[in-house]
């Protein structure tokens, strides 16, 4: 089955820095990657994703990339600012059948002012 | 942030003890999902279902068992069988369908406290 490894698991940076956070996943089937964001003590909400046939997206601050071949993708925020504190989790699926998602471990950033 | 209810927000339980979580939904979503979150390890699935009287196992379903009479309701019961019950609890839901990714709403959770 899928597995998708996540680091960092905790992540420092200045207001107004950049901050990265990477995945790999293991089955190639995957074909579609969501990201969510979990503020303290609320719920997952999905923020970003990228399908297997896109290497980059972006949506303002933030932006995903996808290497398919070597089956990395990662979470790019820039200016971050302090309502960016948070907990990201990356995700696998295969958008056929089921549709489980996988999730990485998580990566609590904190931006420091 | 409406649209999937859990209930109850906090809950404790003597081990040997059965329990059960709500979650309701009135999204009209076809499938639901609960998961476990631990810290450090992201958010596994326990059990999803995505027609009404039909429910398959995740990764971690030993353990728990689930229902799902109603579409707008899916609860999850963990037994005694459960080694290490204490958890944070997460239920979603989506709606259903091939070729695009049915994007999953998450309830507030259940922080689950065996003592």
């Known amino acids: 089955g899928e597995n998708v490894e996540q680091h960092p698991s905790t992540l420092s940076v200045q207001e107004g820095d950049s901050a990265v956070i990477k995945c790999t996943y293991s089955d190639s089937a995957s074909n579609y990657f969501p990201w969510y964001k979990q503020e303290l003590g609320k719920r997952p909400q999905l923020i970003i994703d990228i399908r297997s046939n896109v290497g980059e997206k972006k949506d303002q601050r933030i932006a995903v990339t996808l290497n398919k071949t070597a089956k990395h993708f990662s979470l790019h925020i820039t200016e971050t600012q302090p309502e960016d504190s948070a907990v990201y989790f990356c995700a696998a699926i295969l958008i056929q059948g089921a549709q489980k998602l996988v999730f990485g471990q998580g990566t609590r950033l904190t931006i420091n002012p | 942030d409406g649209g999937i209810t859990q209930s109850p927000k906090y809950l404790f339980r003597k081990e040997g003890q059965n329990v059960t979580l709500s979650c309701e939904q009135n999204l009209n979503h076809d499938a639901m999902y609960w998961y476990r979150q631990d810290p450090g390890q992201g958010l596994r699935l326990i059990y999803y279902?995505?027609?009404?009287?039909?429910?398959q196992k995740g990764d971690i379903a030993e353990g728990y068992s689930v229902s799902r009479e109603k579409k707008e309701s899916f609860p999850l019961t963990v037994t005694s069988a459960q080694k290490n019950p204490t958890a944070f609890y997460l239920c979603?839901?989506?709606?259903f369908g091939q070729g695009a990714y049915n994007e999953q709403f998450f309830g507030p959770g259940t922080r689950l406290t065996v003592l």
């Open positions: 279902s995505q027609i009404v009287n039909d429910f």
């Open positions: 979603a839901s989506s709606t």
